[in-house]
Nanobody
Framework: QVQLVESGGGLVQAGGSLRLSCAASGRTFSSYAMGWFRQAPGKEREFVSARSWSGDNTLYADSVKGRFTISRDNAKNTVYLQMNNLKPEDTAVYYC??????????????????WGQGTQVTVSS
């Protein structure tokens, strides 16, 4: 069964840090671009960050640039999202996703064909 499983979410105070992980199983994702999206209560899902299969290209939403870092370990079939200096407005369910357009770093949800179930991140003020 092909799936993505996120972990690492939780409750943290503003200014704190969390590292999310997304473990892929069922197939090799080394040729896939990987992305992170999030959905806050009452809002649409939005793009957070993406990284190409080789890691040469990364993309960040303006709202997280300079605070979040996306990385991946293809040997472990895992992608990470290091989140520093968290703010209450970062509170959301975070989803990882895989795109067959491995060389790109897309912010478009339609470019991703596999999604995880999400992990909750709550930042208290």
């Amino acid at each position: 069964q092909v799936q993505l499983v996120e972990s690492g979410g939780g409750l943290v105070q503003a200014g704190g840090s969390l590292r999310l992980s997304c473990a892929a199983s069922g197939r090799t994702f080394s040729s896939y671009a990987m992305g992170w999206f999030r959905q806050a209560p009452g809002k649409e899902r939005e793009f957070v960050s993406a990284r190409s299969w080789s890691g040469d290209n990364t993309l960040y939403a303006d709202s997280v640039k300079g605070r979040f870092t996306i990385s991946r370990d293809n040997a472990k079939n895992t992608v990470y999202l290091q989140m520093n200096n968290l703010k209450p407005e970062d509170t959301a369910v975070y989803y990882c996703a895989a795109s067959p357009f491995g060389r790109s770093t897309s912010y478009r949800e339609n470019d991703y064909d596999l999604w995880g179930q999400g992990t909750q991140v709550t930042v208290s003020s």
